[in-house]
T-cell receptor, first 117, second 109 residues
Framework: EAGVTQFPSHSVIEKGQTVTLRCDPI?????LYWYRRVMGKEIKFLLH????????ESGMPNNRFLAERTGGTYSTLKVQPAELEDSGVYFC???????????????FGNGTRLTVT | DAKTTQPNSMESNEEEPVHLPCNHS???????IHWYRQLPSQGPEYVIH???SNVNNRMASLAIAEDRKSSTLILHRATLRDAAVYYC??????????FGPGTRLSVLP
């Protein structure tokens, strides 16, 4: 099966610009997650979709970040306007069921490296 | 937030077994123990998970202490490709993953 794919793999933008990251989960996976790692820090949870609904967005840092998952398939994460501290690697993950037991691990993409200058 | 404690780094020689420890003294009865790893320039990758009993799969083995307050990920024969950061994560159903700093494993040829 095709894995989780993320576009673009790298993005360099100037402060104040807008960037949109895209994630295509594994087909049939209702659960989609966004994580990020900023420089020198640990990987942090941003939000979780179940199909097209936001289940948990407690990790979103502020209202400059907007995530969508129209139709319950791919997801986008928009940063507008971007700030220097938004630089980091943004990971998307998907799973068939909620993880935490059973046999439904998270499948991660290789991430989008965002650099804000 | 992370409820586990792991050594910052470990070294192993190629083709030797590696035992990666994880302490989780505050584990609850419903917490599963998950291990993920992150290879350079890639996203985290599932390795193994378990609840109470030891588990084996094609990648590794997971040995869980009888009191469940610690566990060990065992790579039976380390290869250069196993060099990565290994994360031990406790998770109950419906919770979101909380990543700690993990253990950076270096494999020496």
């Amino acid at each position: 099966e095709a894995g989780v794919t993320q576009f673009p793999s790298h993005s360099v933008i100037e402060k104040g610009q807008t960037v949109t990251l895209r994630c295509d989960p594994i087909s049939g996976h209702d659960n989609l997650y966004w994580y990020r790692r900023v420089m020198g820090k640990e990987i942090k949870f941003l939000l979780h979709f179940v199909k097209e609904s936001k289940q948990d967005e407690s990790g979103m840092p502020n209202n400059r970040f907007l995530a969508e998952r129209t139709g319950g398939t791919y997801s986008t994460l928009k940063v507008q306007p971007a700030e220097l501290e938004d630089s980091g690697v943004y990971f998307c993950a998907s799973s068939q069921e909620r993880p935490g037991g059973g046999n439904s691990p998270l499948h991660f993409g290789n991430g989008t490296r965002l650099t804000v200058t | 937030d992370a409820k586990t404690t792991q050594p910052n780094s470990m070294e192993s020689n190629e083709e030797e077994p590696v035992h990666l420890p994880c302490n989780h003294s505050t584990i609850s009865g419903t917490d599963y123990i998950h291990w993920y790893r992150q290879l350079p320039s890639q996203g985290p990758e599932y390795v193994i998970h378990g609840l109470t009993s030891n588990v084996n799969n094609r990648m590794a083995s997971l040995a869980i202490a009888e009191d469940r307050k610690s566990s060990t990920l065992i790579l039976h024969r380390a290869t250069l490709r196993d060099a990565a950061v290994y994360y031990c994560i406790l998770l109950y159903y419906g919770q979101n993953f909380v990543f700690g700093p993990g253990t950076r494993l270096s494999v020496l040829p």
